[in-house]
């Protein structure tokens, strides 16, 4: 792991930047880049911009590791209403949430409670699927379990992992024989080398291998998987290996965050591959756009550009 992600990601957890860099003005005009505002007005117009070019849309209030349960009572209310609101729009919105922003932290009865009303209000009105995110390797074990267990009530839901882990080889081959929808990403936190492999490149190559499993999936039942990359050279090896294996595009979904990669978005639903765009608002962003800065360090001369100007 380079210095400066390493520095990113440390200052992601820093309480008392947490509490005050949010502030500095010249750094919310950068978080621009990454989120459209912090209503969840500004995130659905700008949903209506990219359904236009055939790229749907999966939604998250950012927040996470809420203090008390009351908090998370008010993150259920608002996915509640967020799902009439995107039942009333003609727009095709997916909701992703972090467990610790419905109080994984403090109760995972009352977590699993609020995931189970999120899902089935979900299931009942848009008949789409709820997303899991996966949080920092202090969950990683919690999560899969906590999702094993949701699965038995709630077919409708689907869990991230990261390609940065070794464990997660075995916890896929695990939730692929359960029928899971899995979201595969790199991997945003700060891991130990003991858990994640600290080399980018040996990242990329299980990225690549947690990926054929999938396709595998999709090619024997036709399951729906998704991979969550911006990495140019590993789509395009993703799309030559379901080829291969005689996948049709439409079985094929990338997902992308907002503000990266635009064009290439574009490019993808262009040519008929599934493609969704992650767009996140809300006012707690700061640790969210530290790991965005940490993807990629030079983000942070367009963050210091914005203090000149
Ligand atoms: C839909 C979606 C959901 C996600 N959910 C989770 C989750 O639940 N848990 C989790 O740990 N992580 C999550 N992530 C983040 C993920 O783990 C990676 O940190 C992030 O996607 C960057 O990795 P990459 O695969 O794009 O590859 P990289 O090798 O990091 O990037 C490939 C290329 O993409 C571009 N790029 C990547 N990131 C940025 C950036 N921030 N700014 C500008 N350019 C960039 C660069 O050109 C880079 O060279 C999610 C990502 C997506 C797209």
């Given amino acids: 792991m380079s210095f400066s992600r390493?520095?990113?990601?440390?200052?992601?957890?820093n309480e008392w930047l947490k509490k005050h860099v949010p502030t500095w003005r010249?750094?919310?005009k950068a978080v621009k880049k990454f989120m459209p505002g912090e209503t969840e007005d500004a995130a659905f117009e700008a949903s209506i911009k990219y359904s236009s070019n055939n790229i749907q849309i999966v939604i998250?209030?950012?927040?996470?590791?809420?203090?008390?349960?009351?908090?998370?009572?008010?993150v259920r209310d608002h996915y509640l209403q967020l799902i009439d609101k995107i039942n009333l729009s003609s727009l095709d919105v997916e909701i992703s949430v972090k467990l610790t922003q419905l109080g994984?932290?403090?109760?995972?009865?009352?977590t699993k409670l609020f995931v189970t009303e999120i899902a089935k209000k979900i299931f009942n009105n848009l008949r789409n699927t709820f997303y899991i995110d996966i949080e920092s390797s202090d969950y990683t074990q919690r999560t899969v379990d906590f999702y094993k267990n949701i699965l038995l009530g709630s077919e409708n839901v689907g869990l991230c992992l990261q390609a940065y882990l070794y464990r997660t080889e075995k916890d896929l081959t695990e939730l692929l024989e359960l029928n899971s929808s899995i979201r595969l990403v790199k991997g945003a936190y700060k891991e130990p080398a003991d858990i994640a492999f600290p080399e980018k490149a040996k990242v990329d190559e299980n990225y690549f291998l947690l990926s054929k499993m999938m396709m595998n999936k999709t090619l024997e039942k036709n399951l729906r998987?998704?991979?969550?990359?911006?990495?140019?050279?590993?789509?395009?090896?993703?799309?030559?290996e379901s080829k291969n294996i005689g996948l049709k595009k439409e079985q094929l979904e990338f997902q992308m965050l907002y503000g990266i990669?635009?064009?290439?978005?574009?490019?993808?639903?262009?040519?008929?591959?599934?493609?969704?765009?992650?767009?996140?608002?809300?006012?707690?962003?700061?640790?969210?756009?530290?790991?965005?800065?940490?993807?990629?360090?030079?983000?942070?001369?367009?963050?210091?550009?914005?203090?000149?100007?």
Avoid at 104 to 110: A, P, V, Y
Avoid at 229 to 240: F, N, P, S
Avoid at 286 to 300: F, Q, T
Wanted: hydrophobic content about 45%; glycine content about 4%.
């Fill in 104 to 110: 994984f932290d403090l109760s995972e009865e009352k």
């Fill in 60 to 74: 998250t209030k950012l927040g996470e590791n809420i203090a008390q349960l009351n908090d998370a009572e008010l």
């Fill in 26 to 28: 010249f750094v919310k």
């Fill in 225 to 240: 998987m998704i991979y969550a990359t911006h990495d140019e050279k590993l789509i395009a090896r993703i799309i030559d």
């Fill in 261 to 309: 990669k635009s064009s290439f978005q574009r490019k993808l639903a262009a040519e008929g591959f599934k493609v969704r765009v992650l767009i996140s608002y809300g006012q707690s962003w700061y640790p969210w756009y530290l790991r965005r800065l940490a993807e990629r360090p030079a983000n942070v001369w367009f963050v210091l550009k914005n203090l000149i100007s």
């Fill in 6 to 13: 390493n520095v990113l990601l440390w200052m992601s957890q």
